[in-house]
């Protein structure tokens, strides 16, 4: 079975600071990971996804994932946030080969960015 | 941009009572799911659907839960008789040809007396 453990409950961040936010999981099968983020009164969206290739995934607003498997982690990153990046971030993984489409979700990560 | 729609936006039943979530998925997507998040838990699988039957189902989905796609645009999830416990946002999401894009919808708010 697969599990995703979100070890920061809340980021506050200065805005244009750098910031990390990170997921682990575990799973005795190949997966595949992805972040969401949902921003308030809206639903998740999906933000970047690992399904297979190179280890390091962007997303179209300056977000960035690397999947590492010798430690289990796919850590987001943003070199530079904004006011507009606060919102809660959501890790998932799925199994590689999963047909169905379930998502295990962490905790949530909420992402706080202060002028 | 085409988008999950979900209602009502908020719902308040009694405990016992029978309540029905909408959901219509975005145009031509074929596989369906719903997911729940208790207050300060966790996103929650519930079912995933596709080809007009469930394909998987979570501990949680037992026979108080049931899904329909009544008329090839909407989506719903119905518990026959609401507990305390599943007070939680319901959400819904879509995806197409590949299952790993799923579009989800803003949520139900569900809040059972």
């Known amino acids: 079975a697969q599990s995703v453990t979100q070890l920061d409950s809340q980021v506050p961040v200065f805005e244009e600071a750098p910031v990390e936010l990170r997921c682990n999981y575990s799973?005795?099968?190949?997966?595949?990971l992805f972040w969401y983020v949902q921003y308030p009164n809206q639903g998740l969206q999906l933000l970047l996804k690992?399904?297979?290739?190179?280890?390091l995934v962007e997303s179209i607003n300056g977000f960035e994932a690397e999947f590492n498997k010798s430690q289990t982690s796919f850590h987001l990153r943003k070199p530079s946030v904004h006011i507009s990046d606060t919102a809660e971030y959501f890790c998932?993984?799925?199994?590689?080969?999963?047909?169905?489409?379930?998502?295990?979700f962490g905790q949530g990560t909420t992402l706080q960015v202060k002028p | 941009e085409p988008e999950v729609t979900q209602t009502p936006s908020h719902q308040v039943t009694q405990m016992g009572q029978e309540v029905i979530l909408r959901c219509v998925p975005i145009?031509?997507?074929?596989?369906f799911y719903w997911y729940r998040q208790i207050l300060g838990q966790k996103v929650e699988f519930l079912v995933s659907?596709?080809?007009?039957?469930?394909?998987?189902k979570s501990e949680i989905f037992d026979d108080q839960f049931s899904v329909e796609r009544p008329d090839g645009s909407n989506f719903t999830l119905k518990i026959r008789s609401t507990k305390l416990e599943d007070s939680a946002m319901y959400f819904c999401?879509?995806?197409?040809?590949?299952?790993?894009?799923?579009?989800f919808g803003p949520g139900t708010r569900l809040l059972v007396l």
């Open positions: 999401a879509s995806s197409g040809g590949v299952w790993w894009t799923q579009y």
């Open positions: 799973s005795s099968v190949s997966v595949y």
């Open positions: 690992y399904l297979s290739g190179s280890t």
């Open positions: 998932a993984v799925s199994a590689g080969s999963s047909n169905t489409g379930k998502l295990i």
């Open positions: 145009s031509n997507h074929l596989y």
């Open positions: 659907f596709y080809n007009n039957e469930i394909s998987e």
